[in-house]
């Protein structure tokens, strides 16, 4: 491979690990949030509220996987 291509790969691969990190669904979930913040946006209704919403019930699923997960 050539040194652009190594960088370019490195850079994907660090940008794929910044996103997804451990968990692939809060990545997931986070995208369908934004997107469900948009399709509210242009509706015209308000959409300050969803993103945050998602993320909080992402955060609070995510520690229970966690927690679950440690008591194996």
């Known amino acids: 491979?050539?040194?652009?291509?190594?960088r370019l790969r490195g850079f994907a691969a660090f940008w794929w690990d910044?996103?997804?990190g451990d968990d692939w669904r809060v990545a997931v979930g986070v995208v369908l949030a934004l997107a469900a913040t948009a399709a509210l946006v242009v509706t015209g209704l308000p959409a300050w509220w969803c993103t945050p919403a998602v993320v909080l019930v992402l955060l609070a699923l995510s520690v229970r996987r966690g927690m679950h997960d440690a008591q194996k």
């Open 18 to 20: 910044f996103v997804v």
């Open 1 to 6: 491979m050539t040194g652009l291509g190594e």
